[in-house]
């Protein structure tokens, strides 16, 4: 069983993920709920808080829609808004260890699917197979990631 692309892409998300934690271990509790966009209609963009929970739930959206791709219906964790950054980097550890546990049995040959029926269909409505969704959960941290810079420079 062939993991070489399959570990490039968690590789990828886990670097992601530990400059996202490296970024908010010196935030504080009072900027970590702060109101950061106060003109914004989306609620997980209000302050730093709410954006790193939509993260972490994202997280552990992606890998339980792989989890459930071949008819699992598995729930993934309740959303918590947490009260500081380390719980917010322990929380990412959880997303990181979970995806890892999802793709123990994945391989190079499985990543890839062609047929527009047999991929993913995720809560936002679009189909994907599980390379395009973890591309997509990559670029997510990353878009995040520089939203919470901004935030911390306002």
């Excluded at 490296?22 to 209609?41: A, Y």
């Excluded at 322990?90 to 990543?111: G, M, N, P």
């Excluded at 990631?145 to 306002?154: A, E």
Aim: proline residues 2%; negative net charge.
């Amino acid at each position: 069983m062939s993991k070489g692309a399959v570990t490039a892409l968690l590789e990828i998300y886990s670097n992601a993920i530990d400059d996202l934690k490296r970024t908010i271990s010196v935030i504080s509790d009072e900027k970590l709920v702060e109101v950061t966009d106060v003109q914004t209609d989306n609620p997980d963009c209000i302050s730093i808080q709410t954006v790193l929970t939509h993260v972490v739930s994202s997280g552990f959206g992606y890998a339980t829609t792989i989890l459930n791709r071949n008819g699992d219906v598995r729930s993934r964790p309740p959303r918590v808004a947490l009260a500081n950054s380390s719980q917010y980097r322990a929380a990412l550890d959880e997303v990181i260890r979970f995806t890892f546990q999802v793709f123990e049995d994945i391989s190079d040959e499985d990543l890839e699917v062609f047929e527009e029926s047999s991929k993913m269909l995720t809560n936002w409505g679009q189909r994907y197979d599980i390379e395009q969704l973890m591309e997509h959960a990559i670029v997510h941290i990353l878009r995040h990631h520089r939203q919470i810079k901004n935030f911390l420079t306002r």
